[in-house]
């Protein structure tokens, strides 16, 4: 096989484009995302300068001449500019010098086409904008976009019980809080329960951003907004710090906004102003902001994906969601609370859940937590036409799932009768150790948490079976 053909072929059925160029930025390999953004094809492309491509951007604003300035990578970067045959573009870009023996060969980039994300996102704060605007005009404060109240964070359990009662009190209070939780298990939910329970915020705008979602730069100017005439070429709009104004700003999985961003996030905090991106002057914002994470904070604050200084900002009032199989009681309730809430939309009449049912539901390990409980309450009585949910009407479901769980951690059967108790246990244990790593593609932390064992604990079991993290877990 010819491996240049090979990588050549590779390179050609990606969705995104590539460009190489050598170290004077003339390019020598060219090819176009989909949607033929740049508007041109590789025989044009090749033997020309990148300038000469795109003519709208100079040595300082061009990625290539910048990365082989500077020999060092430029990673999602959104530019703006006008192609080849004249229309505006939006890309996101990573671009990657080649060094060999020390010495810059050229550079290569990576561009995906942002266009029509950019028209939806400036849509999306526009509408965003339209509709806080008019819901002030009407006085309809509670347009607010939040729906959930305490009443709705439903569990008896000691946990449950003394979080509500924990947020009920801070509810009032301007401080940040700082969430952490599994996934589904109610971040979301207590995070509106908060908002509605603010009596100064309840009927302003609660906004909602999972900090995930977007690259970087998108992101920074839909929090920060964007003055026009900026660098980015976008119009002047204000972000969701502004347009949460008076209310709450609730930003998931906070954890993955760049340093960049949370150094800029902690500003907003201190100074309680923020600045549009490329503007002179800032503006006084007064909005209750609300992080959350589904990992410990302290964890990724060691593993320096949350900074320290953000963190300490953050934790002022502290909240913590345990999961569902640290409050085994609430199982119960909350079945039937879904039973209830699904008979209504549903428009059955489901009495309730058999004993043997019941008793799979208490012992599984529910990693999705209540929204996994949530969907498997709702989907079975959307295929049964009794009045109870019986062991049958489940048993699938949790079979797939036990029977991964007792895969290699089987206990031998009676008719391999065991030689010797030490040995055995051993080889059970980490048969369960394997497993819950496996499951965590290599995360201790989390696998520490599936097997309820303190992480310190985790780390001298790992040990004391010398399981090889990168050969036994892939
Ligand atoms: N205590 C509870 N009582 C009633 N419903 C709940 C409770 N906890 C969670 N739910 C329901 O479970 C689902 C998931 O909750 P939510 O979206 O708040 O979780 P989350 O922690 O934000 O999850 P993720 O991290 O995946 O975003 C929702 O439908 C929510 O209404
Ligand atoms: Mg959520």
């Known amino acids: 096989m010819n491996y240049k053909r090979l990588l050549e072929l590779i390179l050609l059925n990606l969705d995104e484009g590539i460009i190489v160029t050598d170290a004077n930025a003339d390019i020598t390999f060219y090819k176009e995302p989909a949607t033929n953004i740049g508007g041109l094809d ?11 491509v795109f003519p709208g951007l100079t040595p300082e604003t061009s990625t290539f001449y910048n990365v082989i300035k500077s020999k060092k990578p430029i990673i999602e970067h959104i ?15 990573s671009t990657i010098p080649i060094v060999e023996n020390g010495e810059i060969a050229g550079c290569f980039e990576v561009f995906k086409d942002l266009t029509q994300v950019m028209d939806l996102s400036e849509k999306i704060m526009h509408l965003q904008e339209q509709l806080y605007r008019s819901s002030k ?31 009920k009190k801070v509810a009032e209070s301007n401080s940040p809080v700082l969430v952490y939780g599994e996934t ?9 329960a908060l ?15 999972n900090c995930a979602a977007l690259p970087f730069n998108l992101l920074e100017s839909i929090l920060f907004g964007t003055a026009d005439g900026s660098f980015t070429g976008a119009k002047n709009n204000p972000g969701l710090f502004e347009l949460a104004h008076g209310g709450t700003l609730y930003l998931d999985e906070v954890n993955s906004l760049n340093t960049e961003l949370q150094a800029k996030l902690l500003r907003v905090l201190q100074d309680g102003v923020v600045r549009r991106v490329g503007a002179v002057g800032t503006k006084e914002v007064d909005v209750r902001i609300i992080a959350s994470t589904n990992e410990p904070p302290i964890e990724l604050v060691e593993k320096r994906l949350l900074r320290e200084d953000l963190y300490y900002r953050l934790n002022v009032i502290y909240l913590e969601l345990p999961p569902l199989r640290r409050r085994r009681e609430d199982i119960s309730v909350l079945v039937h609370h879904f039973i209830e809430k699904n008979n209504k939309h549903l428009s059955r009449r489901i009495k ?18 209540v929204r996994e409980l949530e969907h498997l309450v709702e989907s079975t009585m959307n295929l049964i036409d009794k009045d109870t949910i019986d062991l049958d009407d489940i048993q699938h479901y949790f079979e797939k799932r036990f029977k991964i769980a007792s895969l290699d951690t089987k206990p031998p059967s009676e008719d391999s009768p065991v030689k010797n108790l030490n040995e055995a246990v051993y080889k059970y244990e980490r048969g369960l ?5 496996k499951a965590s593609k290599g995360n201790i932390s989390m696998a520490a ?13 790992i040990k004391k079976h010398s399981i090889k993290l990168t050969k036994e877990i892939d």
């Open 352 to 369: 309730g859940i058999s004993e043997e049912a019941m008793k799979i539901f208490d012992e599984y390990s529910w990693p999705g937590n």
């Open 433 to 437: 150790l394997v497993k819950a790593l």
């Open 137 to 167: 005009r009407k006085k309809e404060y509670n347009v607010s976009g939040a729906i959930y109240t305490f009443d709705n964070i439903i569990g008896e359990s000691g946990p449950i019980l003394r979080l509500k009662e924990k947020a």
């Open 42 to 52: 590789s025989r044009t492309a090749i033997g020309k300068n990148i300038l000469d």
């Open 79 to 93: 530019q703006h500019y006008t192609n080849f045959q004249g229309k505006k573009v939006s890309t996101v870009t």
């Open 195 to 209: 908002h509605n329970a603010n009596l100064k915020r309840k009927n302003k705008p609660f906004i909602a951003q």
């Open 184 to 192: 589904g298990t109610g971040k979301e939910l207590l995070v509106q």
């Open 449 to 461: 948490r599936t097997l309820g064992l303190p992480k310190q604990t985790m780390h001298n079991k």
